[in-house]
């Protein structure tokens, strides 16, 4: 399921400041269920993606949620463990699961959008234990043969260690709960909810640190990292991804 996507773009100041905020990624949580935990040979069953917004202050808060039930490949493999965690029944005639190319065509869609909205040049995986997420999102895109990935192939950030050293909790749902945000076991183990409540530690986590980021940038300004007027996006395009332009041509 797609939420609805907003028309308008963000002011061009805050568009400005989500931009610097992270080197010119964009945040975008992300959550996969699936059929075991090896991303080679286990079938992607569920995938969601959270946007990560910022308002006119540069406070970040969550965006819209896309997401989508997915067929598992030919041969994918289906272990009946895993099943019973989460629940999915892979092959319910009212399961509106969708290939995998086009699950993951369709996200990235939107993760386009966002790209250029906020004038970042590529998004950045933001998970729970983010190297399992990020592994099977690569995984599936090589075997799908999508070829316009919009994520940093092996950069994250992954909120177990960010809650581990602001909250003092790795687990989810205890992370969640110290931190005063809501927790639903018995939603949990769905890729629309776990990622929603990903993107929620992640802002809270992050908006918490603002005086510390604005001190480090200040720093950085003064060191000629950056400057106001062509922010680390600009400057840094060349260094280890080609410009957003090169990347995703207008649609």
């Not at 493999?77 to 369709?106: K, N, V």
């Not at 890729?191 to 530690?201: E, H």
Request: charged share 25%.
């Amino acid at each position: 399921m797609s939420e609805r996507r907003e028309d308008s773009a963000p002011p061009s100041a805050t568009a400005a400041l989500m931009m610097r905020r992270f080197r010119g990624y964009l945040p975008v949580a992300i959550d996969v269920e699936t059929g075991g935990f090896h991303p080679a040979t286990d079938a992607l069953l569920e995938i969601a993606a959270v946007f990560i917004d910022m308002d006119g202050d540069g406070a970040l808060k969550r965006g819209a949620t896309h997401d989508f039930h997915v067929q598992p490949f030919a041969g994918g493999r289906l272990d009946p463990t895993s099943l019973s965690i989460t629940g999915i029944d892979p092959f319910h005639p009212l399961r509106p699961a969708l290939p995998e190319r086009d699950a993951l065509q369709r996200v990235f869609r939107e993760i386009r959008h966002a790209l250029r909205a906020y004038g970042c040049r590529r998004a950045i995986l933001v998970g729970h234990n983010a190297a399992f997420d990020l592994s099977f999102l690569n995984a599936a895109v090589a075997r799908a043969q999508v070829k316009r990935n919009p994520f940093h192939p092996f950069s994250c950030f992954d909120t177990a260690t960010l809650a581990g050293a602001a909250l003092g909790q790795t687990v989810l749902a205890k992370a969640v709960t110290v931190a005063g945000l809501e927790w639903d076991p018995g939603s949990a183990h769905n890729a629309r909810y776990d990622a929603q409540r990903s993107a929620d530690l992640f802002c809270l986590v992050c908006n918490r640190l603002r005086d510390s980021h604005r001190a480090a940038e200040e720093r950085a300004r003064e060191l000629g990292w950056l400057s106001v007027a062509a922010g680390p996006a600009a400057e840094e395009s060349g260094a280890d991804e080609p410009p957003l332009q090169a990347e995703f041509p207008p649609q």
